[in-house]
C-alpha cells in the first residue's frame, strides 16, 4: 500500500528565510506532482515530477525528486508572505490513471 | 471556461438522509474524480472514472456511490449519511493519463453530517 508522508506538518517562518519541506513515499513511482491550497480555496498544481532528478523552479519554490531514496523536497528561498499556504505532495501509483495518494499537507506559515 | 464546476457548496444533512453532489466539467476531458479532505489526513480518493461508463473505487469508497452520466458529468451519492462523512469533498478532472497533465479540481462541497 502506497503512503505518503510530508514533513513538517506545520512550519512557522520568517520572511526572507529559507526552508525545506520533505515528502517521503513508501513504493516505486516516478510520478509526483505539488499542489499549492489556500484556506478555503480549492487546490493549485505547483510542479510534475516525471523521473529521477527532476528539478523544477518557479519562483520562490523549487522542487526535487529522488526516485531511489523515495524522496521529494519543495524547497523555499527568501520567503514572502504571500507564500503562506497549505502544501501538498501527491504521487501516483504504478499503472498511471493519475489516482494519486496525497501527502497530510504542510501548513505554511509566513510572518512578517 | 468555468472548469469544474461542483454544487452544492455548502450542505447540512441529519444523519440516514441522503443527497448527491453534483460536478460538471467544460474542458472535455476524459478522466473525473472524487476525493475527500479530512484534517490533518490529505486528500483521499474515493472514486475514479477513466470515461463515461465506467468506474472504479479509491482508497474510501464506503458509504458512496457514483454515476459518470456522460462525458461532463461525474456524481457522487451518500445513500445514509453517516457523521464520518463530515468533510470537504472535492471532484477533479484530467485530460489524458499522460504524467505531465494534471488535476483540474473545482472549488470543493463542505458537508456536514449532524
Known amino acids: 500500500e502506497l503512503k505518503v508522508e510530508q514533513n513538517p506538518l506545520f512550519l512557522s517562518m520568517q520572511e526572507g528565510k529559507n526552508y525545506t519541506i520533505y515528502c517521503n513515499y513508501s513504493?516505486?513511482?516516478?510520478?509526483l506532482y505539488w499542489y499549492r491550497q489556500d484556506p478555503g480555496k480549492s487546490l493549485e498544481s505547483l510542479f510534475v515530477?516525471?523521473?529521477?532528478?527532476a528539478v523544477k523552479q518557479e519562483g520562490r519554490l523549487m522542487a526535487s525528486l529522488d526516485t531511489k531514496a523515495r524522496l521529494s523536497t519543495l524547497h523555499i528561498t527568501a520567503a514572502v508572505h504571500d507564500l503562506s499556504a497549505t502544501y501538498f505532495c501527491?504521487?501516483?501509483?504504478?499503472?498511471?490513471?493519475?489516482?494519486?495518494?496525497f501527502g497530510q499537507g504542510t501548513r505554511l506559515t509566513i510572518n512578517p | 471556461n468555468a472548469g469544474v464546476t461542483q454544487t452544492p457548496k455548502f450542505q447540512v444533512l441529519k444523519t440516514g438522509q441522503s443527497m448527491t453532489l453534483q460536478c460538471a466539467q467544460d474542458m472535455n476531458h476524459n478522466s473525473m474524480y472524487w476525493y475527500r479532505q479530512d484534517p490533518g489526513m490529505g486528500l483521499r480518493l474515493i472514486y475514479y472514472?477513466?470515461?463515461?461508463?465506467?468506474?472504479d473505487k479509491g482508497e474510501v469508497p464506503n458509504g458512496y456511490n457514483v454515476s459518470r452520466l456522460n462525458k461532463r458529468e461525474f456524481s457522487l451519492r451518500l445513500e445514509s449519511a453517516a457523521p464520518s462523512q463530515t468533510s470537504v469533498y472535492f471532484c477533479a478532472s484530467l485530460a489524458g493519463t499522460s504524467g505531465d497533465n494534471v488535476l483540474t479540481f473545482g472549488a470543493g462541497s463542505r458537508l456536514t453530517v449532524l
Open positions: 472514472s477513466a470515461s463515461e461508463g465506467t468506474t
Open positions: 501527491a504521487v501516483d501509483r504504478r499503472g498511471g490513471a493519475q489516482k494519486l495518494v
Open positions: 515530477l516525471l523521473s529521477n532528478g
Open positions: 513504493t516505486t513511482s516516478d510520478r
